[in-house]
């Protein structure tokens, strides 16, 4: 496939690049890892306090948690040169990216690598996979199957939102406050039991922002919970595929806008 | 045939309207106005196959934007633009195949890389045979002489050497057409003359059509025999140099060392230095072997020329003409 042997080619220069010049993986992962540690620790020290949020016990907000965190580094790690789409797109560096026969977008996220996303994977991998052990889940093939559909799912959501977010650049100029604000509320409210920030932020988060996808909504489903959910389960399990209509959608509307690039003035 | 064809091609960016007076930053960021820069205003052109083009005019003019509106970077506001056969913007990948690019500003190699890893991703990104790729870098490294910085990364580069490197990169996939954007900009005599070299040889053995944008008048005169000049985003003159200097200064001078002269029939004497006197004829009316001859017959001469007139006040002409 041309798509993914371009991709992993302009991925392993930007590679070699990084190593030419930049840090090292080591220091970078634990980077990721140590940022991503806070957040958790956070987190235990409000269970350790009250015991349980909204009936929800360390195990299972953990495995919440899991499952967001590794659909974040998963996100992460191929996206997070969006982070500079506005100085891509002010400074004119976009120009480039539309004189070669590949999609402007690949080049854009191959133009570096960030190493310490590879720690935020490897935090959400390795609290998943504990959580996974603890949490009330029958681990059948078809919920193991299920958890990496989600997580992939719940990558695609969070890509699809920021990617939205970005294409916006091309008329706005400067839309990292956007971007930045939609990763507060991902950080804010992904990591908790949507239900305990009552019904109408529930609704706001799941069908005008819809972070409950990303890993409310298929954890809850796989510890058995669904009962407790506002929507009917078949959405919770529907979960992968809204991460993978929403990307599309997210995609479309990237390349709708792209043609009111302007370039610099030189 | 032709390769580039453009119609009726605008180009606007609008900014919102800076506001004067009291908390003028603030109101320029909320209000809705919204004032309209027309950078190309209608221009209409085409380019055979195989042809050499230099796209002049003063900064501002508008060239750069013709120039990113032609490989499909900018969407045309209104007017249509058509490269064999296709909208460039429209069917990017496919365009990007055909056409090489060269911005003299900015470079489109690898900056943190080796320059011999970016001819190599790129003869990758465009499917270029293994053993075509190094039948081409080793033709690049003669004539561009790339071989001494091969191995350095482009971010140690000094600008000629960049700009050497960035050519190969235009070229290294045979594009049927080459743009180049301001391609001799802060280069010294040396760089420049290299480049038209490379850029002229390449016309002539592989008959790659070039689009050339300059405020360097050597450029054209060396490189190209038809120049499209556009000011204020129109075209002022689009034909050939030596029709553009019949047309705007259709004067030559004769140069003549000599002991006295006073004047001579057909002939204005316009200027004297030094023992030299500067004769302005026109060699429609006054053929310059007459002249030559008239001149010889009755004044003791011992140095002559004919001068041609330079592009550079050609071109002052006719912008200080258009106001
Ligand atoms: N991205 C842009 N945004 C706003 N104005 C621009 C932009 N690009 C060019 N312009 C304006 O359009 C005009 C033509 O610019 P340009 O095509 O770069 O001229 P040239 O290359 O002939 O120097 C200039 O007035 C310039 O300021
Ligand atoms: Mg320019």
Known sequence: ?266 | MPVIEVADLVKEFSRPTRQEGRFAGLRTLLTREQTVKRAVDGVNFTVQQGEMVGYLGPNGAGKSTTIKMLTGILVPTSGTVTVAGATPWRDRSRNARRIGVVFGQRSQLWWDLPLRDSLWLISRLYDVPEARFRERQRQFSEVLGLGPFLDTPVRQLSLGQRMRGDLAAAMLYDPDILYLDEPTVGLDVIAKERIRTFVGELNRASGTTVVLTTHDLDDVEELCGRIILIDHGKVAYDGAVDELKARYAPHRELVVQTDRLESVEGAEVVRREDGKVWLRFDPVRTPPAELVAAVLERHRVTDLSIVEPELESVIHRIYADRG
């Open chain 1, 1 to 266: 496939m041309r798509g993914a042997r371009v991709y992993l080619l302009l991925a392993g220069a930007a590679f070699r690049a990084e190593f030419q010049y930049r840090g090292n993986l080591f220091i970078n992962i634990i980077g990721g890892l140590f940022y991503q540690g806070v957040g958790l620790a956070f987190i235990w020290a409000v269970l350790d306090r009250f015991g349980q949020v909204g009936g929800w016990g360390l195990a299972e907000i953990a495995f919440l948690y899991g499952i967001r965190l590794t659909a974040h580094g998963l996100w992460l790690l191929p996206g997070h040169q969006l982070i500079h789409v506005d100085e891509v797109v002010i400074e004119g560096d976009y120009d480039r990216y539309l004189v070669r026969p590949v999609p402007p977008l690949v080049q854009l996220l191959t133009r570096r690598v960030r190493l310490s996303s590879l720690g935020d994977l490897a935090g959400g991998v390795v609290l998943l996979s504990i959580a996974s052990a603890s949490a009330p889940v029958d681990w059948s093939p078809g919920a193991v199957c299920f958890l990496l559909l989600a997580v992939v799912g719940g990558a695609l959501v969070e890509g699809s939102l920021q990617l939205a977010a970005s294409a916006l650049v091309f008329r706005m100029k400067r839309v990292s406050p956007i971007k930045f604000a939609i990763d507060m509320i991902f950080s804010d409210f992904g990591n908790y039991p949507l239900k305990i920030f009552g019904p109408v932020a529930g609704f706001g988060l799941t069908f005008v922002f819809p972070l409950a996808f990303v890993a409310y909504l298929p954890a809850t489903v796989l510890m058995e919970r669904g009962e407790e959910l506002a929507v009917p389960e078949w959405l919770a399990w529907g979960a992968p595929a809204i991460g993978v209509v929403l990307m599309y959608a997210a995609y479309r509307f990237w390349e709708r806008q792209s043609r009111h690039y302007e370039s610099s003035g030189h």
